[in-house]
C-alpha cells in the first residue's frame, strides 16, 4: 500500500463554495500529479508539479489551481464549484525521473449541487 | 494521435476461471507499458511494468504479455477469485518528454461471481 493520502474521501457542496481537496504522501518523492477521472472513463492529468515551488497544467484544461510549498503536500482548489466539477480526483506522486511508476491516493469524489 | 484502447470493455467471469484482456496502444515514442488495478473508491494499484525489450513480466497470479511490434499488450488472471473484481487499466508511457507522459485507457471492467 502506497503512503499516500487524500482528504476528504467524498464531498457534497453547493455551487459557488470554495473547496480544497488535499493530498499528502510520506514517501519523499518530488513529483506529484492531481488527475480527473469519470465513470468509466481515462484519467485525465490537470495539474503536476516537479517539486516544491514548482507546477504545471496538465493536458485537460481544469479551473482549478494547485500549490507546492512543501514536498509532501500537493493540495488542489476550486474557487468557485460548479456541478460540471462533480468527479473523482486522483492525486498520485513518483519518484526520481517522470518515468517511475505513479503510486495513486485514495481519491475525492465530489458532487457539487 | 497517441490513444490506449482496450478490450473487452467489460467482463464477468465464474470463480476460478482464467480470463484475458486485451490492450492495444499508438504511443509513440514508446517507453513502457503498465497495468494498473483499481477497486472501486480507490486509486490505482500497479500490477506490471514491462519496457520495449520485455515481452512478459508474472505477479502472482497476473501475467501480461507485450509485442512491442504489433503494439498490443494482454493481461492473464490466472485461477480468478472475487477479490479480483475491478477496472484493469493499461498505462503507456512515451519517452518523448522529460515528464514521460502517461497515456490511460479507458479500463476493463472485470467482474467474478461466486
Known amino acids: 500500500e502506497a503512503d499516500i493520502y487524500q482528504t476528504p474521501r467524498y464531498l457534497v457542496i453547493g455551487t459557488g463554495k470554495k473547496i480544497t481537496l488535499e493530498c499528502s504522501q510520506t514517501?519523499?518523492?518530488?513529483?506529484m500529479y492531481w488527475y480527473q477521472q469519470d465513470p468509466g472513463m481515462e484519467l485525465h492529468l490537470i495539474h503536476y508539479?516537479?517539486?516544491?515551488?514548482?507546477?504545471e497544467k496538465g493536458d485537460l484544461s481544469s479551473e482549478s489551481t494547485v500549490s507546492r510549498i512543501r514536498t509532501e503536500h500537493f493540495p488542489l482548489t476550486l474557487e468557485s464549484a460548479r456541478p460540471s466539477h462533480t468527479s473523482q480526483y486522483l492525486c498520485?506522486?513518483?519518484?526520481?525521473?517522470?518515468?517511475?511508476?505513479?503510486?495513486f491516493g485514495p481519491g475525492t469524489r465530489l458532487l457539487v449541487l | 494521435k497517441n490513444q490506449v484502447e482496450q478490450s473487452p470493455q467489460s467482463l464477468i467471469i465464474l470463480e476460478g476461471k482464467n480470463c484475458t484482456l486485451q490492450c492495444n496502444y499508438t504511443v509513440s515514442p514508446f517507453s513502457n507499458l503498465r497495468w494498473y488495478k483499481q477497486d472501486t473508491g480507490r486509486g490505482p494499484v500497479s500490477l506490471t511494468i514491462m519496457t520495449f525489450s520485455e515481452n512478459t513480466k508474472s505477479n502472482g497470479r497476473y501475467t501480461a504479455t507485450l509485442d512491442a511490434d504489433t503494439k498490443q499488450s494482454s493481461l492473464h488472471i490466472t485461477a480468478s477469485q472475487l477479490s479480483d473484481s475491478a477496472s484493469y487499466i493499461c498505462v503507456v508511457s512515451d519517452r518523448g518528454s522529460t515528464l514521460g507522459r502517461l497515456y490511460f485507457g479507458r479500463g476493463t471492467q472485470l467482474t467474478v461471481w461466486p
Open positions: 508539479s516537479y517539486g516544491v515551488n514548482s507546477t
Open positions: 498520485a506522486s513518483s519518484a526520481g525521473e517522470g518515468r517511475e511508476t505513479q503510486y
Open positions: 514517501m519523499g518523492h518530488d513529483k
